[in-house]
Nanobody, 115 residues
Framework: QVQLVESGGGLVQPGGSLRLSCAAS????????MAWYRQAPGKQRELVAT???????DTADSVKGRFTISRDNAKNTVNLQMNSLKPEDTAVYYC?????????WGQGTQVTVSS
């Protein structure tokens, strides 16, 4: 079982960059499949990026070419590098961990993209 804490959110101008981090505590982090989701007010929670235990990574079409997900099993962290940010990227970003029946969420971190 793991616990997740996101950090790195904030206010950034359009075209800018942010790097989000998700720190995991607990055991067997390397076996979890990890993901970033986001949710804007009044909107459904949206899958942004995934990185499997194998290291295989993917991003949603809406952020492809701009966002990169990565994990560091030695540090028990998963990161989301966000470049070329747009106002429509504004949302609360959540870290997610899945392993078999376990489905664990962090508390979220706010990202606001505005001039």
């Amino acid at each position: 079982q793991v616990q997740l804490v996101e950090s790195g959110g904030g206010l950034v101008q359009p075209g800018g960059s942010l790097r989000l981090s998700c720190a995991a505590s607990g055991t067997n982090f390397r076996f979890y499949n990890m993901a970033w989701y986001r949710q804007a007010p009044g909107k459904q929670r949206e899958l942004v990026a995934t990185v499997a235990a194998s290291g295989s990574a993917d991003t949603a079409d809406s952020v492809k070419g701009r966002f990169t997900i990565s994990r560091d099993n030695a540090k028990n962290t998963v990161n989301l590098q966000m470049n070329s940010l747009k106002p429509e990227d504004t949302a609360v970003y959540y870290c997610n961990a899945r392993l078999n029946a376990f489905n664990i969420w962090g508390q979220g971190t706010q990202v606001t993209v505005s001039s």
